[in-house]
Nanobody, 123 residues
Framework: VQLQASGGGLVQPGGSLRLSCTAS????????IGWIRQSPGKEREGVSC??????FYADSVKGRFTISKDNSMNIVHLQMNDLQPEDTAVYYC???????????????????WGKGTQVTVSS
């Protein structure tokens, strides 16, 4: 499974970015694709996930981030609005069988990861 993340960058507080995750055809075996982030000095945390059954958002991003999937292109987008300095992190695209793996500490069980993309929110 190959997952390619893109779209990171530097943005001012209150700004927006859209991350994209392009999945290889073999990723079709994994129904859930989403994002895990790691801030400096902190453990990784699940941000959002989308599957045929559900979507997941961490409490810290609800109302600000929106995840969507283009099934024809096998691309997952994460639209991030009203970004804040605490959103600064490396964002990793990941895939598994269900979005449950993106909540709590279950991300530790995910085996399919892409390289991260840096998101920096700073004035």
């Amino acid at each position: 499974v190959q997952l390619q993340a893109s779209g990171g960058g530097l943005v001012q507080p209150g700004g927006s970015l859209r991350l994209s995750c392009t999945a290889s055809e073999s990723a079709a075996h994994y129904d859930a694709i989403g994002w895990i982030r790691q801030s400096p000095g902190k453990e990784r945390e699940g941000v959002s996930c989308i599957s045929s059954r559900s979507t997941f958002y961490a409490d810290s991003v609800k109302g600000r981030f929106t995840i969507s999937k283009d099934n024809s292109m096998n691309i997952v987008h994460l639209q991030m609005n009203d970004l804040q300095p605490e959103d600064t992190a490396v964002y990793y695209c990941a895939a598994d069988v269900r979005c449950t793996y993106f909540s709590g500490d279950y991300w530790k069980l995910i085996n399919n990861w892409g390289k991260g993309t840096q998101v920096t929110v700073s004035s």
